[in-house]
């Protein structure tokens, strides 16, 4: 996922974000669909709460259009370490949303949660103005993403999951890079891309949808509390690649800031209720 968004950082002086979402998951809702159509035939674009799958799909097309723009402006560790608040404000979203009980260490992870974002805010804030925040909304957007998925379990097949998701995305991301285009802005104004920006676009197509197919399985064999923690590799491999391929060396404040941040969601995990997994024998 960290090399999707270098790959992704690269073209931050050539081509517009939003232009550059809606290539994205244009070729990902391409690809998932033939996928889909091999695998299950018409009955797999068939899904069984369509609001619900509209939903998801919004989500994932908010969160993504503000992560792309974050990371177009901002350092990569410092959007990836703003973006890791997303398992607190799952935490807390999912008692209203989806009636689950709110425990003692969720409003612990969530005030540690937020030292960490004003560590990590107080000084780019300043520098960068309201840009900064965009990592926080594409957050909250995947947050609320994640809770439509749990409401999404038993609805279909994991490849039609993640085409259903990118099939709504795709339009919404469409019209926002048209809306752009026409805005004046000149950073976003569209043009015919080169092979080069193209293949960077398929790239992170490919290595996206096959990181969370991966998580997906992880998931299923071994349960979330196992996995979910190791997502934060991604925060070491975006340190690195920040710095060798762009030069991005965070400060002190920034890496402290992340590292409360990273604690606070492994608080959750480690305290949130285990559920037995029964071994494989295949």
């Known amino acids: 996922m960290s090399v999707g968004d270098a790959v992704i950082k690269t073209m931050a002086s050539e081509f517009s974000p939003l232009g550059v979402a809606a290539l994205r998951f244009a070729l990902g809702a ?101 840009v900064t925040l965009l990592p926080l909304l594409s957050a909250t957007f995947f947050a609320l993403m994640i809770i439509a998925n749990r409401a999404s379990v038993g609805q279909g097949s994991a490849l039609s999951m993640q085409a259903y998701v990118q099939i709504v ?34 790239f992170v197509a490919v290595t996206a949808s096959s990181a969370h197919w ?27 690649l920040g710095w060798w391929w762009f030069g991005d060396v965070p400060d002190i404040i920034t890496l402290c800031g992340a590292a409360i941040i990273i604690g606070a969601g492994l608080l959750l995990w480690w305290t949130a209720p285990q559920k037995r997994i029964m071994p494989r024998t295949d």
């Open 30 to 130: 391409a690809g998932l669909s033939a996928l889909l159509s091999i695998k299950e035939g018409r009955q797999g674009f068939r899904p069984r709460n369509p609001r619900l799958q509209a939903a998801r799909g919004f989500c994932l097309a908010a969160a993504t259009l503000c992560f792309f723009s974050a990371i177009f402006v901002l350092p990569l560790a410092t959007a990836m370490a703003l973006a890791f608040v997303s398992p607190v404000i799952v935490a807390l979203l999912s008692a209203p949303l989806l009636g689950e009980k709110v425990r003692p260490a969720v409003w612990i992870a969530s005030v540690t949660a937020l030292v960490g974002v004003g560590l990590i805010l107080r000084p780019n804030l300043a520098a960068l103005g309201l």
């Open 169 to 202: 995305a795709m339009p919404l991301l469409l019209i926002a890079a048209a809306a752009g285009h026409f805005s004046g802005v000149n950073s976003l104004s569209l043009a015919m891309p080169d092979w080069t920006i193209i293949a960077r676009c398929a």
């Open 214 to 240: 991966l998580v997906y399985i992880g998931t299923q064999r071994a349960g979330a509390a196992t996995i979910a923690p190791t997502t934060y590799i991604q925060m070491l491999v975006a340190t690195v």
